[in-house]
């Protein structure tokens, strides 16, 4: 699944990104909006994560949802 088709489908996948990441609040969900940066600068605040580690948690994500 490339980040145009999570972005375009948002509301679908974020109930899945929820259970991956439960520490992310609802406001944080609504401003993401799918965008992949987005994602990645929220890992980064609420888990404490570098940039490549939650650059990398975000793809491995994306590729999960690609094989439901």
């Known amino acids: ?8 489908n948002w ?3 974020k109930g899945v990104a929820k259970q991956k990441w439960a520490k992310l609040t609802d406001s944080d969900w609504n401003a ?3 965008k992949r940066d ?7 605040e609420r888990y404490g994560y570098a940039k490549d580690q939650a650059e990398r ?4 994500w994306s590729r999960s949802v690609n094989q439901a």
């Open 1 to 8: 699944m490339n980040w145009d088709q999570i972005e375009g």
């Open 32 to 34: 993401m909006s799918g």
């Open 57 to 60: 948690e975000a793809d491995e």
């Open 11 to 13: 509301k679908q996948f």
């Open 38 to 44: 987005e994602i990645v600068g929220r890992l980064q």
